[in-house]
């Protein structure tokens, strides 16, 4: 069967369980609040983002965080339906890492 | 669209197909080419496989909730027999009315959404699922996972922890349920049956604790203060009042 490395029940993930919660960056809950807005405005289906994620390549699933993957799926989405280019976005972060450096 | 009667009945035992198709699979690898019982049927959903695609999410489907024996999934080295897990929260507040009234606490078991109203509270957001209360009991206690990403009732009870997250808590919590309780320092006895619910984007689960002993006395809102987050994931038990006191 086909199963990408999300399917992770009885998987090989044996390290301890870190209970400690991290303080959450800005980024992170600008993230989840934006997934949620483009969810509830009807930009796309929440399943489209979880799907888009699974698509991440393994490694990169495993080595990215929680909202780093978020990112990746929304995204990517928002390119599948042709709301943002990926011209447009690499043009963006650009922008953005030149006024802030 | 979906038949307006499900294929199956609750007791029914049913076998999972293995799924070798290639995009957004919603049936856990660990239970695929397993036997289970269907033990609640939770109403229709637009099928998130179809959505995950851009489909519009029909046939719709029936939801089951399927439990399946640990021992028949895992084998006999990493659970006890009496062992199950399921397929298919402002929380604090929910529980200590549960405890104190026990008319809403049945009525919250039985559809937990429909009691919610009558607290003035619901589940209900930009992403909508149905929730689902369970119980702890002196014989039966529950935990609640999402081993496929991170299904939670963020809602009722905000934006889940870190370790829920975690690929160690996704992956061992099916399978050694028994051993991650006891990393949390809740240490369940042999003889206590451990049910894992493994969420999914349409159902989420609310664990209702034990009430304390020694808390006959508390109102409901100093009951509420005992109820931390993660024993309505399942993972603590709540405060007892001596130890409430003693918090900063």
């Known amino acids: 069967m086909l199963s ?61 965080t929680y909202y780093e993957r978020w990112i990746g799926g929304i995204e990517q989405v928002l390119v599948e339906r042709g709301i943002l280019t990926t011209d447009e976005i690499d043009a963006r972060t650009a922008e953005l890492a030149e006024r802030w450096g | 669209v979906a038949s307006e009667v499900p294929a199956y009945r609750v007791g029914d035992r049913v076998d999972v197909l293995p799924r070798s198709s290639p995009g957004h699979v919603r049936t856990p690898r660990y239970v695929q080419t397993h036997q289970g019982r269907v033990t609640a049927i939770h109403g229709r959903f637009p099928d998130p496989e179809s959505l995950a695609h851009r489909g519009d999410g029909t046939p719709v489907r029936w939801l089951y909730e399927v439990t399946f024996h640990a021992t028949a999934l895992w084998g006999p080295t990493r659970g ?96 050694e349920p028994r051993a991650v309780l006891d990393e949390f320092g809740t240490h369940v006895g042999a003889d206590v049956e451990v049910v894992v619910h493994d969420s999914t984007a349409d159902v989420r689960y609310l664990v209702v604790p034990e009430r304390p002993a020694g808390t006959d006395d508390l109102d409901e809102e100093a009951l509420a203060d005992l109820v931390g987050r993660d024993c309505l994931i399942g993972v603590a038990d709540p405060r007892t009042p001596d130890a409430a006191s003693l918090r900063p």
């Open chain 1, 4 to 64: 990408g490395v999300h399917d992770m029940g009885g998987e090989a993930h044996d390290g301890p369980i870190n209970v400690p919660d991290h303080a959450m960056a800005d980024w992170e809950v600008l993230t989840d609040a934006v997934n949620l807005a483009l969810v509830a405005s009807g930009a796309y289906a929440v399943d489209e983002m979880r799907r888009a994620q699974e698509e991440i390549p393994p490694d990169r699933y495993l080595a990215m």
């Open chain 2, 80 to 175: 006890t027999a009496g062992d199950a897990r399921q397929t298919p929260a402002t929380g604090a507040s929910i529980v200590a009315r549960a405890w104190v009234d026990e008319p809403f606490k049945q009525r919250l078991l039985a559809d937990a959404d429909a009691a919610l109203t009558e607290l003035g509270v619901s589940s209900a957001g930009p992403v909508g699922f149905k929730l689902v209360a369970v119980e702890n009991t002196p014989d039966v206690r529950h935990l609640v996972v999402c081993t496929l990403c991170s299904c939670y009732p963020r809602t009722i009870l905000g934006r889940p922890p870190d370790w829920y997250k975690s690929a160690a808590y996704r992956s061992r919590a099916v399978v």
